[in-house]
């Protein structure tokens, strides 16, 4: 069987409808135009999806997929919460976790995001800090690889599988992004400390 590759829009998208994932085509990213939404400062070009959700199926993936090269691919949150943390405090976490043997799937967004696939209707047991952000239920959404600016840094199968990974509670995670967050606050206060004059200190 050949693992699943995610840089093919077309693979990855019938490997996501797999999972059962409600899945759409949004708008697409044009390398030195931006995003086709044509808001020049978009903060998410080829990476978020159209206010008209047209749901993709197997059958769909070819016209719709392949027609729109530079196209995202875009997920409700329906079947996983997405719990987004500033990337540092994330990959934080996720050491935390692989040393607990809990790998959610998680996903890197530029420029600075990352965001945890935790069971549906538990990433309100993640909410940290006020800079978390969960996206879940149906009218929730997050983008997939291969959408412009986003990867997987723990894709949601095992590595050269189809065998989809299990994803945790929020509860499993939220105490670990707490830590993170503190431990983030500490360390921010001890260099605003060291950046103050001498005799500031005295």
């Known amino acids: 069987m050949e693992p699943i590759t995610t840089r093919d829009p077309a693979a990855a998208a019938l490997a996501y409808l797999a999972l059962e994932w409600p899945l759409a085509v949004g708008y697409r990213y044009r390398p030195r135009q931006g995003c086709t939404c044509g808001n020049v400062n978009c903060d998410a070009p080829g990476a978020h999806p159209f206010p008209q959700w047209r749901r993709l199926t197997p059958a769909t993936v070819p016209s719709d997929v392949q027609t729109a090269p530079g196209a995202g691919l875009i997920a409700r949150t329906h079947q996983f919460d997405a719990v987004l943390v500033p990337r540092s405090i994330g990959m934080a976490a996720m050491v935390q976790l692989d040393r607990k043997r809990i790998s959610p799937p998680c996903l890197l967004l530029e420029p600075d995001l990352y965001a945890m696939l935790v069971l549906p209707a538990t990433g309100r047991y993640t909410m940290a800090d006020d800079v978390v952000e969960v996206r879940t239920g ?55 400390r060291a950046l103050k004059p001498e005799e500031a200190r005295s």
């Not at 299990?166 to 431990?183: M, N, Q, R, T, Y």
């Not at 360390?187 to 605003?192: L, Y």
Request: glycine share 10%.
């Open 138 to 192: 149906r009218d929730g959404w997050i983008p997939l690889p291969p959408s412009h600016g986003v990867r997987w840094d723990t894709a949601p199968w095992y590595e050269g599988t189809t065998t989809p990974r299990d994803l945790v509670h929020g509860s499993d995670v939220g105490p670990i992004l707490a830590e993170g967050f503190k431990f983030a606050r500490v360390r921010e206060a001890s260099q605003q």
